[in-house]
């Protein structure tokens, strides 16, 4: 085994760093917005798939007066859901995205518009 007195330190380690590029906010949004716009249809597919299984399992193991309401439930949630999924699927849209400069720009029309109620 060697000593630790031997073992070189990586020369990457010793270098100065590279410069970096810096990441501004409005980038990180976009990244955001892509990656919420993306797992959209997925996570609407996965839900339809479980919103069948519940309207199955409601109709088979729950007492018939709660499977009338709760089956036909859980089947128009998971119609829903297939319908969003085909909908995203067919249509795909770009992340929608406004920049910090908007965002701020509507805090400040908020907050002057915002109203304080006169309590008694």
Do not use: W
Not at 63 to 83: E, G
Not at 93 to 117: I, T, Y
């Amino acid at each position: 085994m060697p000593d630790t007195e031997d073992i070189e330190p990586p020369t990457a380690l010793l270098e100065e760093p590279r410069a970096e590029r810096t990441v501004t906010a409005d980038e990180i949004r976009r990244g955001l917005d892509l990656v919420v716009v993306r797992s959209l249809p997925p996570i609407a597919a996965g839900l339809c798939a479980l919103y069948f299984l519940l309207a199955a399992s409601h109709g088979l193991l729950l007492p018939r007066s709660l499977a009338i309401i709760m089956a036909p439930t859980a089947l128009f949630s998971a119609l829903f859901h297939l319908a969003a999924y085909g909908i995203m699927r067919r249509h795909p849209r770009k992340p929608h995205f406004r920049s910090s400069e908007s965002l701020d720009q509507r805090k400040g029309l908020n907050a002057k518009l915002d109203v304080h109620p006169t309590g008694p």
